[in-house]
């Protein structure tokens, strides 16, 4: 089947509990807190999905002014569907819906510190974070 790309479809808390489950993302996210998962769909502003059928097998989820920039939250592509542009498409077609000077953020996921050089990200040497107390 043929894949298909969307920027105004949002998933449900459903379909993008499932997509991250089916990702190494699945096991830094709030999966089983319904509420928390709500909020994440509820408050990020810009989601470029993938879809096989009905199938959600990709999804980038951002916050953004849409014209400084975009924090790319959740860049989520199946395992099963890795390997075959959807990511980078995903960037691609987020990247289309900001502004000329917006820039794209975002923290790399354990193992995925290899990909991001190679598609055009270069990395920033005082990123920080704060967690929770």
């Known amino acids: ?9 949002v998933p449900t808390e459903a379909e993008f509990a499932d997509v991250l489950a089916r990702t190494t993302l699945g096991a830094r ?6 509420e928390a998962m709500r909020a994440m769909l ?3 502003n810009l989601f470029c999905t993938c879809w096989d059928g009905g199938k959600l097998v990709g999804v980038a989820r951002s916050l953004t002014d849409f014209v400084f920039c975009c924090y790319l939250s959740d860049l989520a592509v199946d395992e099963a569907y890795q390997k075959r ?17 917006a820039k794209i953020i975002l923290l790399a996921a354990p ?12 990395s920033h040497p005082s990123a920080w974070i704060l967690s929770p107390t």
């Open 1 to 9: 089947m043929k894949l298909r790309y969307d920027t105004e479809r």
């Open 29 to 34: 996210r709030p999966l089983e807190n319904s």
């Open 42 to 44: 509820k408050h990020g």
């Open 85 to 101: 542009g959807i990511g980078l498409e995903l960037i691609r077609r987020t990247q289309s819906k900001l502004g000329p000077a």
């Open 111 to 122: 193992g995925a510190e290899q990909y991001y050089p190679k598609i055009g990200f270069t």
